[in-house]
């Protein structure tokens, strides 16, 4: 069975995940910094906050109106309701995947341009642990992930960053 390593247990990396288990043989692993995934909202910007604080509120309306029967008629049967990002780390978890958190790279080994594996410190425990994988996605700046490697200028074939759709479409629609 391959293996994806995802860096990151956000919206970007828990939807990877989600759509690796129901398109693709794909096992994913993922690995977050901070003690909870799908909760970034500390990271982000007011700005963000905002549009997020409103989408909220029009998503609950939404079920409300859809509750009481008024906008029901309007929507189409086929159409699936958003889940919420805590919600989909759980289906994920029940589907397979797994999820660890308090994980921050501590070392990138790599064969030529390949990433074969990532050592990753839990900042909990402090414990070592290695995990290794077919295909590594990041929803990290790839900055990051270069300081801990002993090269720092590489490029990875098989490092795919989450704010690049295309460049894994084939892997996720394969």
């Given at each position: 069975m391959r293996k994806a390593i995802i860096i990151g247990g956000q919206s970007a990396g828990l939807t990877v995940a989600y759509k690796l288990l129901r398109t693709t043989d794909i096992h994913p692993v993922i690995l977050e910094k901070t003690g909870e995934v799908g909760n970034s909202y500390d990271e982000i910007s007011y700005f963000t906050k905002i549009a997020q604080r409103i989408y909220t509120i029009i998503l609950l309306i939404r079920s409300w109106l859809y509750e009481w029967k008024i906008l029901k008629p309007f929507l189409s049967k086929n159409k699936v309701s958003p889940?919420?990002?805590?919600?989909?780390?759980?289906?994920?978890?029940?589907?397979?995947?797994?999820?660890?958190?308090?994980?921050?790279?501590?070392?990138?080994?790599?064969?030529?341009?390949?990433?074969?594996?990532?050592?990753?410190?839990?900042?909990?425990?402090?414990?070592l642990t290695l995990f290794t994988g077919d295909y590594f996605f990041s929803s990290i700046p790839p900055k990051e992930i270069l300081q801990a490697t002993p090269q720092n200028s590489r490029r990875f074939s098989n490092l795919f960053l989450l704010r690049n759709k295309n460049a894994y479409k084939t892997i996720i629609h394969a």
């Open positions: 889940i919420s990002r805590k919600e989909m780390a759980k289906q994920i978890e029940a589907m397979g995947g797994e999820i660890f958190i308090n994980q921050q790279i501590y070392k990138i080994y790599a064969v030529r341009n390949e990433i074969c594996s990532l050592h990753v410190i839990n900042n909990a425990t402090g414990e």
